[in-house]
């Protein structure tokens, strides 16, 4: 079935595998898929498997996400793919530090340790355009001073724990010193910052913030901003009132 899809779908670019990866699937992959760039895989992979991939997929691969291999495997795989350019992490981390993927442009982190990061920011502050950070939780703080190493960065995106209080002063600090900046998501239950705070971001091409609380006072403030660079998600839900005075924003 899967052969039969491959030869049908010549021009297939991205490929989900959520079941067992073998050496028979990787050669109809290779032989069919010519054209395939990103790969996610949801699986225990050995080192046999990733050499196996990297080998037969590798060159063109310029997205990886993979779950469940160490650091050996990762390595290994890395190794042979000379131009990626985004990777979603787990517990492999470390395989990014320890080589130089010279085209890496965008990381996705999954896991977080604050040794890996500064390591990570001293190798690829200069060629990194994207991070997004899956879970964010008071332990990660000090990753802001690393942040604003990364000269080039285009967009940064984060999630925090519900009930999680962020120091809305770094947030800012993010947006004055990344003059590269253009999209900032943050998304959060409860975030302890004034909708004042918000007009340092209009320089910016697009701010997402998605919350769960919003005071008619911070209106004042939201009517100052121009909505045609800012995007902002509502989780409450929003009076009457409110919805008219947007409705009748310029921009």
Same mark, same amino acid.
């Given at each position: 079935?899967?052969?039969? !899809?491959?030869?049908?779908?010549?021009?297939?670019?991205?490929?989900?595998?959520?079941?067992?990866?073998?050496?028979?699937?990787?050669?109809?992959?290779?032989?069919?898929?010519?054209?395939?760039?990103?790969?996610?895989?949801?699986?225990?992979?050995? /080192?046999?498997?990733?050499?196996?991939?990297?080998?037969?997929?590798?060159?063109?691969?310029?997205?990886?996400?993979?779950?469940?291999?160490?650091?050996?495997?990762?390595?290994?795989?890395?190794?042979?793919?000379?131009?990626?350019?985004?990777?979603?992490?787990?517990?492999?981390?470390?395989?990014?530090?320890?080589?130089?993927? !010279?085209?890496?442009?965008?990381?996705?982190?999954?896991?977080?340790?604050?040794?890996?990061?500064?390591?990570?920011?001293?190798?690829?502050?200069?060629?990194?355009?994207?991070?997004?950070?899956?879970?964010?939780?008071?332990?990660?703080?000090?990753?802001?001073?690393?942040?604003?190493?990364?000269?080039?960065?285009?967009?940064?995106?984060?999630?925090?724990?519900?009930?999680?209080?962020?120091?809305?002063?770094?947030?800012?600090?993010?947006?004055?010193?990344?003059?590269?900046?253009?999209?900032?998501?943050?998304?959060?239950?409860?975030?302890?910052?004034?909708?004042?705070?918000?007009?340092?971001?209009?320089?910016?091409?697009?701010?997402? !913030?998605?919350?769960?609380?919003?005071?008619?006072?911070?209106?004042?403030?939201?009517?100052?901003?121009?909505?045609?660079?800012?995007?902002?998600?509502?989780?409450?839900?929003?009076? /009457? /009132?409110?919805?008219?005075?947007?409705?009748?924003?310029?921009?």
């Amino acid at each position: 079935m899967i052969e039969c !899809l491959g030869k049908k779908l010549k021009f297939i670019k991205s490929l989900e595998i959520n079941f067992e990866i073998y050496e028979q699937l990787l050669d109809i992959i290779s032989q069919n898929c010519k054209n395939l760039s990103k790969i996610q895989i949801f699986g225990f992979l050995n /080192e046999e498997i990733c050499e196996t991939l990297g080998q037969k997929c590798g060159q063109k691969l310029e997205f990886i996400d993979i779950h469940g291999i160490g650091k050996p495997e990762s390595v290994t795989l890395l190794k042979l793919t000379p131009n990626l350019k985004a990777i979603e992490i787990y517990d492999n981390f470390y395989a990014v530090i320890e080589l130089s993927l !010279l085209k890496l442009e965008q990381i996705i982190i999954n896991d977080f340790c604050s040794e890996w990061f500064e390591k990570f920011a001293n190798l690829y502050n200069e060629q990194i355009k994207k991070i997004s950070f899956n879970e964010w939780s008071n332990d990660k703080n000090p990753v802001v001073s690393y942040l604003l190493t990364f000269e080039n960065l285009e967009s940064l995106s984060f999630t925090v724990r519900k009930n999680f209080y962020y120091n809305w002063n770094q947030i800012k600090s993010l947006a004055q010193n990344l003059k590269r900046l253009k999209l900032l998501k943050i998304f959060a239950f409860k975030v302890n910052f004034s909708f004042e705070s918000l007009t340092v971001f209009n320089y910016l091409g697009d701010f997402i !913030l998605k919350f769960e609380e919003f005071e008619d006072q911070d209106m004042k403030f939201i009517e100052k901003l121009d909505l045609s660079k800012l995007d902002i998600n509502f989780y409450s839900f929003l009076k /009457e /009132e409110s919805l008219l005075k947007l409705s009748l924003m310029e921009n």
